[in-house]
């Protein structure tokens, strides 16, 4: 009961809630001042999980109120073949494993970044993709097939601003210089290849044993009947 009683006492802390909301709006200073935003994010505590939960669960549900809401002219869209995990886990598996091999990778060459400071510098950097998108999902209602271009324009813009920004945010995080990320940029992306690789071998050898005893299992009850 007093476990209870601490939880309740804890989530009706205002305090905690200022700190969301602080942490959170400085989100909108960091995508505008990557350098010094990024650094003090990590290293002056300026930034939250709290606010990195959210800023990825809103990029997850804007992808998805993409589909749903976008006109029909721009975003062309099959519901009978969307499947929501599926859209979900286009945004989601790319960011966790880039975290998990991002970390890995530096770790092995002085980066000063921990896996719970590549997080967040991570979600921080995916603050222009709402902040985009959802202007641009309302405008899309509005605009013809010849104004589209504008949307693609901008559509491509938030994805080159969150990739900057994860750029950036690695250097900051890792005190490395510009030549040194780009190649960890590019060893991690090499690592999520492989770690693709190895998950997807790992499942299919687990598919191809499950396989293999259900089918035992059915030839011994074959042969005991």
């Not at 499947?83 to 998990?100: D, G, R, Y």
Request: charged share 10%.
């Amino acid at each position: 009961m007093s476990y209870l009683v601490k939880k309740a006492k804890k989530l009706l802390n205002k305090d905690l809630y200022i700190n969301f909301f602080e942490t959170l709006r400085y989100s909108l200073y960091v995508i505008f001042h990557p350098a010094d935003g990024f650094w003090d994010l990590i290293h002056a505590k300026r930034g939250s999980y709290g606010a990195a939960n959210f800023i990825l669960i809103l990029t997850l549900l804007t992808h998805v109120w993409k589909l749903q809401f976008s006109s029909f002219l721009l975003v062309e869209v099959n519901w009978e073949e969307v499947n929501l995990f599926m859209e979900f886990a286009k945004i989601l598996l790319p960011f966790i494993i880039f975290v998990i091999c991002n970390w890995g990778v530096t770790t092995l060459f002085d980066g000063k970044g921990h896996l719970g400071d590549i997080y967040k510098g991570t979600a921080y950097a995916l603050t222009p993709y709402p902040l985009v998108q959802l202007p641009m999902i309302v405008i899309s209602n509005f605009v013809t097939i010849e104004e589209g271009t504008f949307y693609t324009v901008f559509n491509s813009a938030s994805f080159m601003w969150c990739a900057i920004l994860i750029f950036m945010a690695m250097m900051m995080i890792h005190a490395y210089g510009f030549g040194k990320t780009l190649v960890f940029t590019v060893f991690t992306l090499f690592g999520m290849l492989v770690f693709i690789f190895i998950m997807l071998l790992f499942f299919s050898m687990i598919s191809q044993g499950v396989s293999y005893f259900i089918s035992l299992g059915k030839e011994v009850m074959f042969r005991l009947n």
